[in-house]
Structures are given as structure tokens and as C-alpha cells.
């Protein structure tokens, strides 16, 4: 069965830098799109970054688009989340996401300081 275990989050200052990463199993990985998702208190759930199954092409959210990259290695199958310049509105819970499958991990909170 597809699993999804997000890790990575934590506390940091407003201009710090954290990377998320995402263990994937149970379908196979390099056929499949991959995202980031997120969810900060009271709001809805938006997408963050998606990129193809090879890896050659991504999108953004304009939130976070020049600060957030999102990357694969088909090899290990994984997905990251390199986030920079991090600011309190930053703040939610993350979360990896398949495209095409619907399952959602435990993700991992990110909770940035001002």
C-alpha cells in the first residue's frame, strides 16, 4: 500500500532555512508526479510545489516561488522541500502528496518565529 512519511520539520527564525523530505513506497515512484502541500491553522490546504515524474519540470505557488525547491531522486524515492528565507506565514503543517493517488501522510510542522 502506499506510504508517505514526511520528516524534516521543526521551530526556526523568520529568514532561516529548513528542508523537508518525503520517504515514498508501495507504487512506483518514478511514474508519478509528486507535490508538497500545506496547512496552516484555520485555513484550507493549498498546494506549495509539484514536479513531473522525471523531474524536469516543477511549479510553484507564488508564495513561495524564489524561495522553495522541490526535487526528486527517482533512486531513493524521495521528494524534497528546500525552503528559504522562511517567514512566519510560512508556519503550517506539511504535507507530500502523489498525484493521481489519494493519500495523505501524518506530515510535519514547520513553525517559523518572527
Known amino acids: 500500500q502506499v506510504e508517505l512519511v514526511e520528516s524534516g520539520g521543526g521551530l526556526v527564525q523568520s529568514g532561516g532555512s529548513l528542508r523537508l523530505s518525503c520517504a515514498a513506497s508501495?507504487?512506483?515512484?518514478?511514474?508519478?508526479?509528486m507535490s508538497w502541500y500545506r496547512q496552516a491553522p484555520g485555513k484550507e490546504r493549498e498546494l506549495v510545489a509539484l514536479?513531473?515524474?522525471?523531474?524536469?519540470?516543477?511549479n510553484y505557488a507564488d508564495s513561495v516561488k524564489g524561495r522553495f525547491t522541490i526535487s526528486r531522486d527517482n533512486a531513493r524515492n524521495t521528494v524534497d522541500l528546500q525552503m528559504n528565507s522562511l517567514k512566519p506565514e510560512d508556519t503550517a503543517v506539511y504535507y507530500c502528496?502523489?498525484?493521481?493517488?489519494?493519500?495523505w501522510g501524518q506530515g510535519t510542522q514547520v513553525t517559523v518565529s518572527s
Open positions: 502528496r502523489v498525484i493521481g493517488i489519494r493519500y
Open positions: 508501495g507504487f512506483t515512484f518514478k511514474s508519478f508526479a
Open positions: 514536479i513531473t515524474n522525471t523531474g524536469g519540470s516543477t
